[in-house]
């Protein structure tokens, strides 16, 4: 099956999953098992939705009211919502009864300021922005976007990927959903440096400013001091440039690290030791990256492997899964299915650690 098709057949299944533990009510008994101590929960942009009949990124944002329910919901499901460093102490030491959610914020997009900020505030909730040094600067390239633009903006495309020619046609909303999905897996699966030639080509094809794309969408230095000086943020580092770290040769990877967190803690004028892994998927962050943060130092790294947390993880910290609030799945009753762990335990296998 090819990525794209596993990609639509998994959300497909997760349908059929959620509508089958909420007929059945098996979450609910699974809880026990499946919860494990808590959650890292992982949010992208949280803005107003646009409208946009074609949004292939809309699983990486969520509304204001959105996040609202959400923090409402995990306080109603008897989650306490802790800030980072508090919940790693209660994996190392798990004595508390109540479950416990941290809450995640990746990328350092502008509209977390505008419109996440107040809400955590009103309501009290600590969190962490994981901030892309390059973003902040206006230089690294959000390529993800980039592609989408080129798909809305071109009504056909012709691509050599890996050595073949492909054509694609963009015409219709559903070509356009087609095509970038397509393009996406056919992209993500190449060489990192490869992929982001090839996005530059169709992004110059579509007029896309690249630079006041990322300006535009990221904050600049003085909107991150101005959150980190809230008692409520942790800033935590998520590379120089955005890239797949297991793409890359292992210097590169380390100087990603070290690089982007010194320039944070410059910046910030105290330690920063926790990291995000940039896409953060099984093919771009690996056993090889673990083990670097660990030596680098970082007292945690999270992942985008879905799952819960278990006292196990207190032994793999640099490789710690995250529950992504999904912007296709806006509904509470979806994230109350969520935060039992039992999608996780099927998903995963019946395994509660996935660190290989
Ligand atoms: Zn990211």
Not at 47 to 74: H, K, M, Q
Not at 152 to 163: K, M, N, Q, S, T
Not at 197 to 206: D, F, R
Request: hydrophobic share 45%; aromatic share 10%; glycine share 6%.
């Amino acid at each position: 099956m090819s990525s794209a098709r596993a990609a639509a057949f998994k959300q497909q299944m997760i349908g059929a999953g959620f509508s089958l533990f909420r007929a059945t009510g098996a979450h609910r008994l699974a809880a026990r098992m499946t919860r494990g101590l808590g959650a890292i929960l992982m949010f992208h942009h949280v803005r107003p939705w646009n409208g946009n009949a074609f949004a292939p990124n809309r699983l990486l944002e969520i509304t204001p009211e959105y996040l609202s329910e959400v923090i409402d919901t995990l306080r109603s499901e008897g989650f306490e919502i802790v800030s980072l460093d508090e919940g790693l102490a209660r994996l190392a030491n798990p004595s508390h009864a109540a479950p416990f959610a941290v809450m995640t914020f990746d990328d350092g997009y502008r509209d977390n300021l505008q419109y996440a900020w107040p809400v955590l505030g009103a309501k009290n909730v600590p969190f962490t922005l994981y901030i892309t040094t390059g973003f902040a600067e206006g230089v690294a390239r959000l390529w993800w976007l980039e592609l989408e633009l080129a798909v809305r903006y071109l009504p056909h495309i012709e691509l050599a990927i890996g050595g073949k020619n492909h054509v694609f046609d963009c015409r219709t909303l559903e070509e356009k959903a087609e095509s970038f999905n397509r393009l996406y897996w056919l992209l993500r699966v190449q060489p990192e440096e490869e992929m982001l030639i090839a996005i530059e080509y169709l992004a110059q094809k579509a007029d896309i400013d690249q630079r006041a794309l990322t300006q535009s969408l990221c904050m600049n230095w003085d909107e991150i001091l101005q959150m980190a000086a809230d008692p409520l943020c942790t800033i935590g580092v998520h590379t120089l440039t955005h890239s797949m770290l297991a793409h890359r040769r292992i210097d590169f990877a380390r100087h990603e690290l070290f690089e982007s967190r010194r320039i944070i803690e410059s910046k910030l004028g105290k330690p920063a030791t926790h990291l995000a892994w940039p896409v953060g998927d099984p093919a771009s962050a690996g056993v090889r990256e673990f083990k670097l943060a660990a030596d680098l130092g970082f007292a945690s790294a999270v992942t985008t492997r879905p799952g819960m947390l278990f006292p196990d993880h207190a032994q793999h910290l640099t490789a710690l899964p995250r529950l992504s609030v999904n912007g296709n799945w806006q509904d509470r009753r979806y994230l109350e299915v969520l935060l039992t762990g039992a999608p996780f335990a099927v998903w995963n296998k019946g395994r509660r650690v996935n660190v290989g």
